[in-house]
């Protein structure tokens, strides 16, 4: 059966949000306020997760004054608070679901900490309705490396053929997608696609919205927009 691989921060789970939930809540703690400029700023500095730890929080502590012991924890802090607002999307179970019953094996292939990730799929309920994951820092190769993705076919038990993933970066899961010859569908998230990248085979507004372009795909022609 077809393997359809899938991001898993701003994909599955909605890290965005629950970032922004969590730095309101840190700053509110911290200054008595809440800020919305200095929320953004938190927000701009951790970079959608993808920027190397130790900048974030060199930066962080730029940012807030922390001392050496809060900038040694801040990392760990900022994590804890990631999965503590996490909030579950009603709608990616249903679509993992239907992408099961269409014949396609749904696994997570994601960059982080594999505690971290693993924890996020626990605690929103996934652990069920995905096949398995594959964390960048338990095998050693990060996206958009092709390398990712053939260990993600030999953990889900079959080769890229028919493969799909779903994601939400244009360089780790387009790219990606691209270097390892499968097919790709960008989840926009209000963004305009970068004009650095290879272009995706398909855009979304949804994960669940991606999955419908996947199963109503026929062979190389889908739809895009």
Known sequence: MPLLLVDLDNTLIDRAASLARWAEAYLTERNGEADPALVAELIRLDGDGLR???????????????????????IAVLRAGVLEHLRPDPAVVPALEAARSAGYVPLVVTNGNVAQQESKVRLMGLEGHVAGMVVSE????????????????????????????????????????????????????????????????AIADSFAEAVQIVLASTGPEVRTR
């Open 52 to 74: 190397p730890k130790p900048a974030v929080a060199a930066d962080l502590t730029a940012l807030l004054g922390l001392t050496p012991q809060e900038e040694s924890e801040v």
């Open 138 to 201: 338990g095998v050693g190769v990060r996206k958009p490396d092709a390398a990712i993705f053939h260990l993600a076919a030999e953990a889900g038990g079959d080769s890229l053929e028919g493969a799909w993933m779903i994601g939400d970066s244009a360089e780790a899961d387009v790219r990606g997608g691209a270097n390892a010859g499968i097919p790709q569908v960008w989840l926009r998230r209000g963004r305009s696609y970068p004009a650095t990248e290879p272009a995706p085979t």
